[in-house]
């Protein structure tokens, strides 16, 4: 079983910066396709960036420009660097990883953006 474990959350004022980490289990990541996404009260998951199998990477036009998605494949973790944070940004982030038909996710990380 592959375990994904999100560390990096908390409260943070508007215009402030956070980095996420996501620490996966296992010897595939490097085969992975990582991603972040996020859910806030009373709306669905979304994906705010990842990456795809083929390396590249992919961001919601709400946070292009501001956040960063990166992967240390010698450290099977995956990183989201976020600036210039907005109180909309507020959510419970989440570490997804795929390969083939398996996903996995992990157990999120609350990020709230308020003063």
């Known amino acids: 079983q592959v375990e994904l474990v999100e560390s990096g959350g908390g409260l943070v004022q508007p215009g402030g910066s956070l980095r996420l980490s996501c620490a996966v289990s296992?010897?595939?990541?490097?085969?992975?396709?990582m991603g972040w996404y996020r859910q806030a009260p009373g709306k669905q998951r979304e994906l705010v960036a990842a990456f795809t199998s083929g390396g590249t990477t992919n961001y919601a036009d709400s946070v292009k420009g501001r956040f960063t998605i990166s992967r240390d494949n010698a450290k099977n973790t995956v990183y989201l660097q976020m600036n210039s944070l907005k109180p909309e940004d507020t959510a419970v982030y989440y570490c997804?990883?795929?390969?083939?038909?398996?996903?996995?996710w992990g157990q999120g990380t609350q990020v709230t953006v308020s003063s």
């Open positions: 296992g010897s595939r990541f490097s085969m992975y396709a």
């Open positions: 997804n990883a795929g390969w083939r038909t398996l996903v996995y």
